[in-house]
């Protein structure tokens, strides 16, 4: 683990390749660095892969934020305390999508390219999830309908595990981000390359909230990812590869 500005990091290069460019990695609500544990086993397209651990998660210091711009304006200090090349494509999942989202529209200097994953220009949530967050009671065993049918069984049962030793006031800060999020009147503002991805059996941010994305936000590309759920880098990290690096050869030609 590394630290530029108050973030700690993990980060990934090839070491046969000249650096094209980098993703940055951004991990959802109640998440750390880890979840991107397979996509930072190689580099995709010999981008440097940089996985972080947001403010009050994992390593990082300081309290998880209620609001989705305060994580937004960390990534843009985070950034502009090192020196990644360029470009920087963020990849987001979940939260961490409307993270990515929320530093392209406020910080545009700092993203030159974002991939959606499992996101959304709103993110609503249950409202006695949250009540049940506040309150410490929240079963965490609920969130296993946020994974495929298809996930191995033992790859869900430690997931659940991992969950259940999340702080629940931090589970419910994040949540509360979530809920509090609405980009959708901005989408259009957004006028870099965004792929945004998304499996077929999404309960948590089902396929509708990333088609209204491709088709509020000029130019971008959508791809359904079948036989999957919410954790897409998790139940299918080589079709996520796969089209990340499609993606980064088609819209960054010069740097792939």
Known sequence: MEKAGNLFYQMVKDPGRTTRGSLIFIHGAGGTHRKWAHLMEHSINAYTHIAVDL??????????????????QSIHEFLSANSFPRPWILVGHSMGGSIALQTALTYPESVDGLVLIGSGARMPVNQTILEQLAQGTFDTGF?????????????????????????????????????????????????????????DQDKMTPAK????????????????????????????????????????????????
Do not use: W
Not at 59 to 64: E, L, R, T, V
């Open 55 to 72: 403010m009050g998660h994992g390593a990082s210091p300081g309290n998880p934020a209620a609001e989705v711009q305060a994580y937004a």
């Open 143 to 199: 969130l296993k309908v946020a994974y495929g049918r298809d996930f191995a069984p033992e790859l869900l049962a430690t997931e659940l595990q991992g969950l259940s030793l999340v702080p629940q006031p931090q589970l419910y800060v994040d949540f509360t981000a979530c809920n509090n999020y609405d980009v959708a009147a901005q989408l259009d503002q957004i006028q870099i390359p965004v792929l945004i991805l998304v499996g």
């Open 209 to 256: 909230n990333s088609q209204y994305l491709q088709e509020n936000i000029p130019g971008s590309s959508l791809q359904i990812v079948p036989a999957a759920g919410h954790h897409l880098m998790l139940e299918r990290p080589a079709e996520t590869i796969v089209a990340i690096s499609d993606f980064l050869k088609d819209k960054f030609p010069g740097s792939a």
